[in-house]
């Protein structure tokens, strides 16, 4: 019967570029960017990473479809080289491919690695008719702010919830990310934003304002895994340990039949389920110390504080408002670092870069951000739209 990985696999080093409009380097040397750091955490030669797993979701343009920029990139001389897709969850896969190959014992020492030059490629969230982007080959009538305007409208309905209400506690969401961005170095977004200029911005979709969304950003993530004993062996004394990872993808019946309402996402409640019983969590509100999730809009960080079983169904607005996920005196603190409305949103970097902030968490090396000695946090990201995706969830913590 499977058992899962808990604890079978530790991170040795994790390294983050730089996130903005980085027209000053190419996808290969903001990998570059992100791996120097992570070798030399990890104290280790390049030449004994085993294996690699690179992320890019649609970045041709400056990448290619194949793993060979990577390997050349980082010079991983004749070693198995992956290169992978999964929507924003991509960042998150290479890390789930690395650590199963450690945890089957197929490689001793593995790297995960994305990146993405989303500023090369004109790519800006939103349709532009014939112009031959991602979501007019993709979504031809739709956009990312349309359909995740749908989700608010959904939770608002479903709960009863008025729109000043709602708005309100997005623009805490908001407000909150902005001042823990103003923390992070390596953030798009290093500003602090009141909350009038918040409810004052223009509409996009509404109800999601400017602030509401994420930007639009370059960067690089990467992560270097092994066992703990190697990583022992390597001198770490504090480790941080995988001690769970799950994917849950849409089969699509959400978009054609009517049980779903449009309130939640049902597969950030599938994979945050089976990743509890992973980790061996039973009250997520009351054991993880940290959390970073996949908040490209306000709205969707909200509906995912009950989707991870943090709020109780209907309770997120009063829980964000009351101050519960701000990282000072908050319960679960939530994007520490300013999350995706703060770096932006890579997509083959995303999951990686939510890594890196609690890794660096746990550890206690978050500088102006660290948080009073968390041992436990959680990542998660969702692809796609509200009705047909991906979720993925992580739980990382100290061994």
Known sequence: MASGIKDKVAIIGMGCSKFGERWDAGAPALMREAFDEALADAGIERGA????????????????????????????????????????????????????????????????????????????GLPQPFKGTFNDMWL??????????QLADGYRTKYGIGKDDLKRAMAHVSWKSHQN?????????????????????????????????????DGAACAIVTTPEIAHMLGKKDLVTIK????????????????????????????????YVEAGIDDPRKQLDLIEVHDCFSITELVTMEDLYLSKDG??????????????????????????KCFGHPIGASGLRM??????????????????????????NLGGVPFQGIAAVSVLGLK
């Open 49 to 124: 990473i085993e294996a690699a797993w690179f992320g890019c979701c649609f970045d041709a343009v400056n990448v290619g479809n194949s793993a060979i920029p990577a390997s050349t990139a980082l010079r991983l001389d004749g070693i198995p080289v992956t290169r992978l897709e999964n929507m924003c969850a991509t960042g998150t896969e290479t890390l789930r491919a690395a650590a199963y190959a450690v945890a089957s014992g197929a490689v001793d020492i593995a790297l995960a690695i994305g990146a993405e030059k989303l500023k090369d490629t004109g790519y800006g």
């Open 140 to 149: 031809p009538i739709n956009s990312a702010p349309a359909g995740f305007a």
């Open 181 to 217: 961005g103003a923390l992070s170095p390596k953030a798009h977004l290093q500003k602090e934003v009141s909350m009038e200029a918040i409810l004052g911005a223009p509409m996009i979709a509404d109800p999601l304002g400017l602030y509401d969304c994420c930007g639009v950003s």
């Open 244 to 275: 769970a990872i799950q994917l849950s993808i849409s089969s699509g019946v959400e978009s054609t039949m009517s049980g779903w309402d449009g309130s939640f996402v049902p597969n950030t409640r599938k994979a945050a389920g089976r990743a």
């Open 315 to 340: 309770e997120a607005v009063a829980d964000i408002l009351d101050g519960f996920y701000d990282r000072e005196g908050g319960g679960v603190p939530c994007q520490v670092d300013g999350g995706l």
């Open 355 to 380: 890594t890196y902030e609690v890794y660096n968490q746990l550890l206690g090396r978050a500088g102006a951000r660290q948080l009073d000695a968390p041992s436990l946090g959680l990542t998660h």
